[in-house]
């Protein structure tokens, strides 16, 4: 299993690394993986490691389900957007209903182009109505800055910031809670629930602490200081509840939690509502009707888009990127994203189907190595997920 996982994620990590290996960066974390034998492998202009020696990328999948995985995303670019008019302007770019969220809470979004399509997906925490912090995807860093740069031009007052000088550390799985407590015992973790945040101090270092993680478990995600963010992973890793887990893992844990890869499972193409992201769109953003890319966006909330992101469950061999979808000899979409399920010992996969096809138990096939595999049309996530709420 572990192997087909791997040949499937070697393909799409290199195809969204930089043209030329020596131009990839390092971020600070990068000795520590190679010190604990990663297989490094090139990603969004990256050095990422895949996986870690005596390690099989199932088995780190297992272990952060189980237990406690650390993940290096410092690739991920954080940023924060300051000033009196910073809500209204986030509200011009994104769908979300920013005004509503309470201080030190998140959501999920999308930035939307004049087309409707998603120019990128990324997650928007207000610490307070003048102040929000972004993390936004490493392969859209430059699309994301030029974005961002040419809206603020429309809004006086409004201070973007791309940080520089922080990693970016997630911590995910069951034991993680107790793994974090064990580091700032002065701090209740219990306190703070699923998409809340806060500026914690681990023994001397302060770091931004967010709840939430790319794997359907409970875990955190913390901005710390580059300078202090070696010695607080080999403090976390000291403890014997938390392995290392690199990105051969990190898609399969998303994939099971039916999230969205950027590049592969939506796309500038791809509008919220047909990537069944609707929900991110709040109540009052639908009435006013003043976001980018709102006009596509509405009608098909009112009309219906003509196609749906749905869940997969495929037969005898794992679906790839591409495959195409058929019912009844006619296609009606194409696979997005696929892999043999380590928690579920079934071959999963995401992709878009044709509305009319996207009801849960819809019986399709999928066309692999010129071969129709029985598929079934199954919501998502495709476990249940263990967020702390």
């Known amino acids: 299993m572990s192997s087909s996982i791997k040949a499937r994620i070697l393909p799409f990590v290199i195809k ?12 600070p974390l990068y000795d520590l993986h190679v010190n604990a034998g990663a297989t490094i492998v090139p990603f969004a202009g990256f050095s990422m490691p895949l996986q870690y020696k005596d390690q099989t990328i199932s088995a780190s999948h297992r272990w952060t389900r189980e237990h406690s995985g650390l993940f290096d995303v410092s690739h991920m670019v954080q940023w924060f957007i300051r000033g009196e008019n910073a809500t209204a302007y986030l509200e011009s770019i994104t769908p979300s209903s920013l005004q509503e969220l309470s201080s030190f809470h998140s959501t999920l979004s999308t930035f939307t182009n004049e087309n409707g399509g998603i120019i990128d997906d990324t997650i928007i925490a207000k610490h307070d109505d003048n102040t929000y912090y972004v993390v ?3 392969a859209c860093s430059e699309k994301d800055e030029l974005n961002l740069k040419k809206h603020l031009e429309n809004w006086k007052g409004v201070e973007l910031e791309r940080v520089q000088d922080r990693a970016l550390i997630a911590i995910q799985g ?8 064990s580091l700032a015992p002065s701090y209740d973790f219990s306190a703070l629930k699923f998409g809340q945040s806060a500026y914690v101090d681990f023994k001397g270092v302060q770091c931004l602490v967010s709840r939430g993680g790319y794997t359907g478990e409970d875990g955190f995600e913390i901005s710390i200081p580059a300078n202090a963010s070696v010695d607080f992973a080999q403090n976390v890793l000291a403890d014997q509840r938390v392995r290392p887990i690199g990105l051969g893992a990190r898609d399969t844990l998303r994939l099971e939690a039916g999230m969205c890869l950027y590049g592969s499972d939506i796309d500038d193409t791809t509008s919220p509502v047909e990537g069944s992201l609707s929900w991110i769109i709040g109540k009052r953003r639908r009435q006013e009707n003043n976001f980018v890319g709102s006009s596509r966006i509405l009608k098909e909330l009112k009309e219906g888009a003509s196609r749906r992101r749905v869940g997969f469950i495929v037969e005898n061999a794992p679906a790839r990127h591409g495959s195409i979808v058929e019912v009844d000899g006619v296609q009606v979409g194409r696979i997005t994203s696929g892999c043999p399920s380590p928690t579920l010992g079934k071959n999963i996969a995401m992709g878009y ?17 010129n071969k129709l595999q029985p598929a079934t049309v199954v919501r998502m996530p495709f476990i249940p997920t263990n967020y702390y709420k």
């Open 16 to 27: 969204r690394a930089n043209s030329s290996s020596s131009a990839l960066k390092h971020t």
């Open 136 to 138: 936004t995807n490493a």
């Open 174 to 181: 069951p034991e993680t809670a107790a793994v974090i407590q």
């Open 353 to 369: 189907i044709s509305t009319g096809f996207h009801k849960s138990g819809t019986s399709a096939h999928v066309k692999i190595r």
